[in-house]
Nanobody
Framework: QVQLVESGGGLVQAGGSLRLSCAASGGTLGNYIMGWLRQAPGKEHEFVASINWSGSSALYQNSVKGRFTISRDNAKNTVYLQMSSLKPEDTAVYYC?????????????????WGQGTQVTVSS
């Protein structure tokens, strides 16, 4: 069973950038579809981005398209989320998640493996 550990969160001003990392262990990262999900205060978990096994295809939530980029390095067992032009509404706990289902993913239920999350706070 894969274990996931996120890092790279923090406090940033609106318009700034952050890069989140997700280190995987206990499994071969290339076997998993990987995703970034988030939960803002008082809200449900929501999809942010996902990437297929090889990194050749990615999906994004509409509100982050053009600002966020998901990538992966299977040799390093690591997935990244580069976030630019950050907005206060991006404030949330960001989770890395893994899926063994087919591409493209259709719901958060398809991600049974989650990390512990990393806090991202964007100040206005």
């Amino acid at each position: 069973q894969v274990q996931l550990v996120e890092s790279g969160g923090g406090l940033v001003q609106a318009g700034g950038s952050l890069r989140l990392s997700c280190a995987a262990s206990g499994g071969t990262l290339g076997n998993y579809i990987m995703g970034w999900l988030r939960q803002a205060p008082g809200k449900e978990h929501e999809f942010v981005a996902s990437i297929n096994w090889s990194g050749s295809s990615a999906l994004y939530q509409n509100s982050v398209k053009g600002r966020f980029t998901i990538s992966r390095d299977n040799a390093k067992n690591t997935v990244y989320l580069q976030m630019s032009s950050l907005k206060p509404e991006d404030t949330a706990v960001y989770y890395c998640a893994a899926s063994l289902r087919t591409w493209p993913p259709r719901s958060l239920d398809e991600y049974p493996y989650w990390g512990q999350g990393t806090q991202v706070t964007v100040s206005s």
